[in-house]
Structure formats: C-alpha cells, structure tokens
C-alpha cells in the first residue's frame, strides 16, 4: 500500500471519528430544544482544531514509515488525488448553496454553521473513499 493509499485510509477514518464524536456532543444538546443557547462553537473549534492536529501527526508518521517512497508520486497518484477533490467539491458546493439558503430565509446561526461543518466533513470524507476506490479498484 502506497503512502497516499495509506493516507486516504487513516484520513477517512479520523473524518469519521472527528464527525460522530461531534455530532455526538451536539445531539445532546439538541435534545434540549432550546437551539438558540447552545455553546455549539466551541465544540465545532475543537473538532476543527483536533482534527487538523491529527492530520499532522498522522501524515508525520506516515512519512517516517514510509520513507523508502518518498519522492514517488507518479501521475497516477495525481490524478486520483486531483479526481477524489473535484468529486468531494461538488458536495462542498451543495452545502454552500444550503448555508446561502438558510442565511436568506434567516435561519438560526446554528444551523448555518452546522450545516458548513458538515458539507466540510461530507465532501472530505467523499474525496478521500473516491481515492481508496480508485487505489483499490483501478481508475
């Protein structure tokens, strides 16, 4: 399995991770009903923040444990890659047009960010299963 394989794999898999445990602190909150005093933001930084510290550490050992490929990217490899982004961006689209309709008929800021956050997770989750798709059954 190549580094950018490997990637895509645990990449995935701390999206998911990141997005339940997120959603998981939000469902309570919403069980309340009282949508408008929900301290929502600074769960969304810290899933944000943890996230991208994950990343980084992530891609650090990958780097280390891979370090016999290092420099092999082949246009295969860019190609899945650039295909797995312009795939996950329509869906990051989708969800922008959702925020701007929201924001228009003046729904509650909550909703709106969450609706971001989301479209954020959806189109990086999907840009990295089209790239394990493509590393595992051809492109």
């Known amino acids: 399995m190549s580094y950018h394989e490997k990637s895509a794999w645990s990449m995935a898999v701390v999206t998911v991770l990141i997005y339940v445990s997120y959603g998981s602190n939000i469902k309570g909150w919403l069980a309340s009903g009282d949508i408008a005093n929900i301290e929502y933001a600074g769960t969304m930084l810290w899933a944000i923040g943890t996230f991208m510290v994950l990343a980084i550490i992530i891609h650090i050992v990958l780097a280390i444990l891979s370090y016999r490929e290092d420099g092999k990217e082949d246009v295969r490899d860019q190609e899945i890659y650039r295909f797995g982004e312009y795939v996950g961006q329509y869906f990051l689209g989708f969800g922008a047009l959702a925020a701007l309709l929201m924001a228009l ?8 960010a969450n609706i971001i956050y989301f479209a954020f997770g959806v189109s990086t989750l999907i840009a990295y299963i089209i790239r394990i798709v493509a590393y595992r059954r051809g492109f």
């Open 105 to 112: 008929a003046e729904w509650d800021h909550f909703w709106i």
